[in-house]
């Protein structure tokens, strides 16, 4: 469980509140939010880039040691929106990256390592692009090989930023779909930021966005909530 007790998210000056929000894993959870409202700001604070105002991090039950580096990635691992591979890698190489905070010095993978990086490969029905190169595959299949990435990382979280960005219709729902089956499957806390409402809407019973004019975050559960689209207004502050 990550707990978020009273985290003010920000620079200088806060951009919101998150008050006190728990979050199981086993969830694939929505964030959404005006641009600028603070969505990067906010992994960034749980990811250890940016130091949190005031408030505390914890998960199960214990504080978040954000002078640790090792522990911030052994919590969570993060998928950019840019695709951050190299066009000289092979697939391979790049989803290997995951695992180099349990390789040693020179970065040879263990037989563990290698265990980890095919089940995770054959789970995404990614096998026949590990000889590929980065560079040459579509947009799709480079989402799908940076989920596999955070994925063989082991961490219980994953954090991702705008993952059905650049993708058409069908691997838009391909990619949602496999989030929600992985948050299920592999009891994993998966938190994506999204834009795209109302096909997330289909995938996560809970949802929490940042409410930039009381300047907090708020936790939805969308079972409870009977007009999704007055929702939608709320979120992104429509005026009629």
Not at 71 to 82: A, Q, W
Not at 117 to 137: A, D, F, G, P, Q
Request: proline letters at 2%.
């Amino acid at each position: 469980m990550l707990e978020l007790r009273n985290v003010h998210i920000g620079y200088q000056k806060p951009l919101f509140n998150t008050g006190e929000i728990s979050l199981d894993k086993g969830q694939l959870i929505s964030l959404f939010g005006k641009n600028g409202s603070g969505k990067s700001t906010f992994f960034s604070t749980l990811l250890g880039f940016q130091k949190s105002i005031s408030g505390e991090i914890f998960f199960d039950h214990l504080p978040v040691q954000y002078d640790k580096r090792k522990e911030i990635n052994s919590l969570f691992s993060y998928v950019n929106t840019e695709f951050k591979g190299l066009n000289f890698m092979t697939v391979f190489e790049y989803i290997s990256l995951g695992r180099s905070r349990f390789t040693p010095l020179l970065g040879r993978l263990s037989e563990k390592d290698l265990k980890i990086i095919h089940e995770k490969v054959e789970l995404l029905k990614i096998k026949h692009l590990l000889n590929k190169l980065t560079s040459n595959i579509s947009d799709g299949e480079r989402q799908l090989c940076s989920i596999a990435k955070a994925l063989v990382q082991q961490a219980p979280i994953i954090l991702l930023d705008e993952p059905t960005s650049f993708l058409d219709y069908y691997n838009k729902k391909l990619i949602m779909n496999l989030l929600k089956t992985l948050s299920l499957e592999e009891n994993l806390l998966i938190i994506q930021a999204n834009h795209d409402v109302h096909l997330c809407f289909d995938y996560s019973e809970t949802i929490i966005w940042i409410d930039t004019n009381n300047r907090k975050l708020i936790l939805e559960n969308l079972i409870n909530v009977e007009n999704k689209q007055l929702l939608i207004e709320s979120i992104f502050d429509f005026k009629r």
